[in-house]
């Protein structure tokens, strides 16, 4: 199995940005498609973006569109997640997750698709 660890969260003033790390270790991460989902106190985990083993395929919610970045260092292990002109709305605990291997090249929205769930990361953004 793989052990996922997120860091970058904080605090910070709308229209600012963050970026987010994912780090892998365990197995051949190249293998994996990973996806950033958050959650608020009484709402339901979204789905916030993914990216494909490759990287060749990336997915996001339309309210993070032109705003968010998924990209992944397979050396480094490592997926991340870009945040640019972020709003008070996203405020949230993001959480990357992996998806077991599988022979198909695309990335899932659906939380239960996904293997592996690392603890969170807290980001805050100020109005």
């Known amino acids: 199995q793989v052990q996922l660890a997120e860091s970058g969260g904080g605090l910070v003033q709308a229209g600012g940005s963050l970026r987010l790390s994912c780090v892998a270790s365990?197995?051949?991460?190249?293998?994996?498609?990973v996806g950033w989902f958050r959650q608020v106190p009484g709402k339901e985990r979204e789905f916030v973006g993914g990216?494909?083993?490759?990287?060749?395929?990336?997915h996001y919610r339309d309210s993070v569109k032109g705003r968010f970045t998924v990209s992944r260092d397979n050396a480094k292990t490592t997926v991340y997640l870009q945040m640019n002109n972020l709003k008070p709305e996203d405020t949230a605990v993001y959480y990357c997750?992996?998806?077991?291997?599988?022979?198909?090249?695309?990335?899932?929205?659906?939380?239960?698709?996904?293997?592996?769930w690392g603890q969170g990361t807290q980001v805050t953004v100020s109005s």
């Open positions: 997750a992996a998806k077991e291997p599988w022979l198909g090249s695309s990335v899932s929205p659906d939380r239960s698709w996904y293997d592996y």
């Open positions: 365990g197995r051949t991460f190249s293998n994996y498609a």
């Open positions: 990216i494909s083993k490759s990287g060749d395929s990336t």
